[in-house]
């Protein structure tokens, strides 16, 4: 009865799981960002429209003018 107490005993298995915590504040605060950054990416696009366009504009008269 005795040899079994010194002979391998197995040992048990840990459980290894992340816990995961659910905050409705952050939550929110994430999508709150990433609809802002969308806003403001979409208001970005005319400007940069707009100086292509400009620069378009600018370099066809400069062309215009050293052909004559």
């Known amino acids: ?6 002979g391998f005993r197995p040992k048990p298995k840990k459980f290894d ?3 995961r915590y659910y905050n409705p504040e952050k939550d929110e ?6 609809r802002i950054k969308f806003e403001t990416h979409t208001r970005r696009r005319p400007k ?6 400009f620069y378009a504009v600018l370099l066809s ?3 215009y003018l050293i052909s004559l």
Request: a positive charge.
């Open 1 to 6: 009865m005795i040899r079994p107490m010194f």
């Open 48 to 53: 940069q429209f707009t100086r292509v366009v």
């Open 29 to 34: 605060r994430e999508k709150r960002r990433k």
């Open 61 to 63: 008269i400069i062309i």
């Open 17 to 19: 799981y992340p816990f």
